[in-house]
C-alpha cells in the first residue's frame, strides 16, 4: 500500500528534508506541496532554493506548489506534513484536520494542548491513541499528531532508558545548539561565528514541559506528565548540524555510570522504516559524540550518547542528535509511519 502524502511549508529547510525522506520511502509517495503565497504557481525547482547535499528529486522539482489551504491538496492525499512557522501552523492546521486530513507536524504549536499527542514512537507509541480523544472533542474527521522540539528529542530517548530502569526525579540540560536549528536565515553570520548566543527564544521552556509530557503516562483519556524537574539552558554554536546537549539526570535508585551507559544501549528501535534497529549509540571514549563525527549515526535518525560519569544523586553524560533529520524531518516521517501502523490513515 502506498499512501499519497502533502507538504505544507514544502521550500524551507525541514520541507527539503522531508523531501529528502520522503523520495525513497516504502510507504509514502509526494502528491502535494504547498508554501507561502510567493511561491503558489511556481514550479518546485523555481520556489525552493535547494540547499539540501542531495539533488533535488526531479519528479518533485517539476511538481507545482500549492497554496497552503485545504482546497490545493487533492482528496486521495491520506497524510499531510507540516513544517510551517509556529504561527502558520497554529491558524492552518486546524483547518486541514477540520477538512478530514491527518497532519503529523513538527511546528510546535499545541504541542502542550491536552488532546494533542506528542510522540517518538521509540520512546511513547501509545499516547497516539489520544487522537480518539481529539476527534471526541473537536469533531474532527482528521487528527493532529506531534513531534517534540529538536533539543528535545535528543535527549529524551536516554532519559527513558534511565526512567525505565531507575526513575528520574530532576533533569538538568544545557544545549549547544546548531545553526540549522534556526533555519538557514534565523541567524546571521555576523552573531555567530566567533561566537555563542547563550539564550535561544522559548527554547528552554519547550525542553522542560514536552520531555515530561513525552514520559508521562497516557491512561486513555489524558497523559498525565511525568514528575520529574527539568531545567534547561539553550545555547546557540557555530556548527552547521547536530545539537550537543550536556544533561544531569537524578535516579530514585542508585546508578553507575556503566550501569546508564548499558542500559541505553540495550534500547532498540521500533518496527517502522525510519526506526534505526539501534537507536542509541554508546561511546567509550569521554570525547564523543561530537557533532561533525556522529551527528549522522544511523543516517542520521540515531542518538549518540557519552562521557558517562557519576554524580550525587545521579549520572551526567552527553547526547548528539541531527537536529534536521532525527530531530524534524525525520521525527514527523516516524509519527507519520506510527499513524500508518495504528490504523489511523
Not at 480523544?133 to 532508558?161: F, H, Y
Request: aromatic fraction near 4%.
Amino acid at each position: 500500500m502506498t499512501v499519497r502524502v502533502g507538504l505544507l511549508g514544502a521550500t524551507g529547510a525541514v520541507g527539503q528534508r522531508l523531501i529528502q525522506l520522503l523520495d525513497p520511502h516504502p510507504e509514502f509517495e509526494i502528491a502535494a506541496l504547498t508554501a507561502s503565497e510567493e511561491s503558489a504557481g511556481k514550479s518546485y525547482r523555481e520556489a525552493a532554493k535547494w540547499r539540501v547535499e542531495a539533488p533535488i528529486p526531479e519528479e518533485v522539482a517539476q511538481m507545482e506548489v500549492g497554496a497552503t489551504t485545504p482546497e490545493d491538496v487533492p482528496d486521495d492525499v491520506s497524510l499531510i506534513f507540516s513544517s510551517l512557522p509556529s504561527g502558520v501552523g497554529a491558524e492552518v492546521e486546524p483547518d486541514f484536520c477540520e477538512a478530514g486530513y491527518v497532519v503529523s507536524s513538527n511546528s510546535s504549536n499545541g504541542r502542550m494542548d491536552p488532546d494533542v499527542p506528542l510522540t517518538i514512537p521509540e520512546v511513547n507509541p501509545e499516547h497516539v491513541d489520544l487522537i480518539e480523544v481529539q476527534r471526541d472533542e473537536r469533531g474532527w474527521d482528521g487528527a493532529l499528531l506531534k513531534n517534540p522540539n529538536c533539543s528535545t528529542i535528543t535527549m529524551v530517548p536516554p532519559l527513558e532508558a534511565l526512567d525505565r530502569a531507575f526513575g528520574l526525579t530532576d533533569v538538568r540540560v544545557s544545549t549547544l545548539q546548531a545553526v540549522s536549528g534556526a533555519g538557514y536565515s534565523g541567524v546571521s553570520s555576523m552573531e555567530i561565528i566567533d561566537n555563542a548566543i547563550p539564550h535561544i527564544g522559548g527554547e528552554e521552556q519547550k525542553m522542560e514541559t514536552e520531555s515530561r509530557k513525552l514520559l508521562g503516562e497516557f491512561d486513555g483519556a489524558e497523559v498525565r506528565l511525568h514528575d520529574m524537574d527539568v531545567a534547561a539552558s539553550c545555547n546557540r554554536i557555530p556548527t552547521l548540524d547536530g545539537h550537543l546537549e550536556n544533561v544531569w539526570a537524578d535516579t530514585a535508585e542508585d546508578v553507575t555510570a556503566d550501569a546508564a551507559a548499558d542500559a541505553m544501549d540495550e534500547v532498540t528501535g521500533v518496527d517502522l522504516p525510519s526506526s534505526p534497529e539501534h537507536l542509541i549509540k554508546v561511546f567509550e571514549e569521554p570525547d564523543r559524540p561530537q557533532p561533525r563525527l556522529d551527528r549522522n549515526t544511523e543516517g542520521g535518525m540515531g542518538v549518540a550518547v557519552g562521557g558517562f560519569r557519576e554524580t550525587t544523586d545521579g549520572v551526567q553524560f552527553n547526547c548528539l542528535a541531527h537536529n534536521t533529520m532525527r530531530g524534524a524531518a525525520g521525527a514527523s516521517i516516524l509519527n507519520g509511519e506510527l499513524l500508518l501502523q495504528n490504523g489511523y490513515l
